[in-house]
């Protein structure tokens, strides 16, 4: 019985050696493929497993780094990092045409048949690829709610669907109701999902004592689920 192959994919972005994850599934022949964003702490097995999982259901699928192969337990690390990214809509989207250029290398991935998901910054990212008008099939972000410069949102050419805890202090409402007015204005095809009583990064599980959390994160393993379950079914309505 064919099984799901994967391997570490070295690349260059942003001035580093990302350190990326592939997914293949079993088969042959070409197949839907998704890039799939990191939270902002960067790649971790949770992460690659993403990859792992996807490429079971059919899919070309590539964990991405955004750090050069750190991932980050100190959040003032991790902020002094992510926050000048989040303020640099070319940087991010350098960083993901280096990944969809990976992706877009191996010889299973159907071109005209990529998805972009991403949770925190790694959805930013994917949301940039979007505003910057290259040819996705769908968008999924979680807690990435992050708006991108005027007018740009009207380039992206695809469904995208949001989703974010009721209870997340760093994608407040008002940050939700700015996303949600820029995808309207710009005739988007959108959605947005609010888990209830959930805080930031509620689909990641605890990873041990050496992680240190920012106030306002924490782990729902009922909505993780269902948020996975949310991906899964974007990825099935729009790449099928």
């Known amino acids: 019985m064919e099984t799901v192959t994967t391997r570490t994919v070295e690349y260059p972005a942003d001035g580093l050696t990302m350190v990326g994850r592939l997914a293949l599934p079993a088969?042959?022949?070409?197949?839907?493929?998704?890039?799939?964003?990191?939270?902002?702490?960067?790649?971790?097995?949770f992460q690659r497993a993403r990859a792992d999982a996807l490429a079971e259901l059919?899919?070309?699928?590539?964990?991405?780094?955004?750090?050069?192969?750190?991932?980050?337990t100190?959040?003032?690390?991790?902020?002094?990092?992510?926050?000048?990214?989040?303020?640099?809509?070319?940087?991010?989207?350098?960083?993901?045409?280096a990944a969809l250029d990976v992706l877009l290398a191996e010889p299973r991935t159907d071109p005209g048949r990529i998805a972009g998901i991403g949770y925190g910054t790694g959805g930013a990212i994917?949301?940039?690829?979007?505003?910057?008008?290259?040819?996705?099939?769908a968008i999924g972000t979680v807690n990435g709610l992050v708006t991108g410069r005027p007018g740009e949102a009207a380039n992206i050419r695809c469904p995208v669907w949001a989703g974010v805890g009721s209870e997340d202090p760093i994608m407040p409402p008002a940050q939700r109701d700015a996303f949600a007015a820029e995808m309207q204005a710009a005739g988007v095809?959108?959605?947005?999902?609010?888990?209830?009583?959930?805080?930031?990064?509620?689909?990641?599980?605890?990873?041990?004592?050496?992680?240190?959390?920012?106030?306002?994160?924490?782990?729902?393993?009922?909505?993780?689920?269902?948020?996975?379950?949310?991906?899964?079914?974007l990825l099935a309505d729009n790449l099928g």
């Not at 088969?27 to 097995?45: C, F, H, M, R, S």
């Not at 059919?58 to 750190?70: E, K, S, T």
């Not at 095809?189 to 009583?197: A, F, K, S």
């Not at 050496?210 to 924490?218: A, H, M, T």
Request: include cysteine.
């Open 27 to 45: 088969g042959t022949g070409p197949a839907p493929a998704v890039l799939i964003g990191p939270e902002g702490t960067g790649l971790n097995d």
């Open 58 to 72: 059919g899919y070309v699928a590539l964990a991405f780094d955004i750090h050069g192969g750190r991932w980050f």
């Open 74 to 97: 100190d959040p003032d690390e991790m902020l002094a990092r992510c926050l000048p990214l989040l303020d640099d809509p070319g940087r991010m989207r350098d960083i993901g045409r």
């Open 126 to 137: 994917v949301l940039e690829l979007g505003r910057a008008g290259v040819d996705l099939r």
């Open 189 to 233: 095809d959108w959605r947005l999902t609010v888990y209830g009583g959930a805080l930031h990064a509620f689909h990641h599980p605890p990873v041990g004592p050496e992680q240190r959390l920012l106030p306002g994160v924490g782990y729902h393993a009922r909505h993780a689920e269902r948020a996975w379950r949310d991906v899964v079914t």
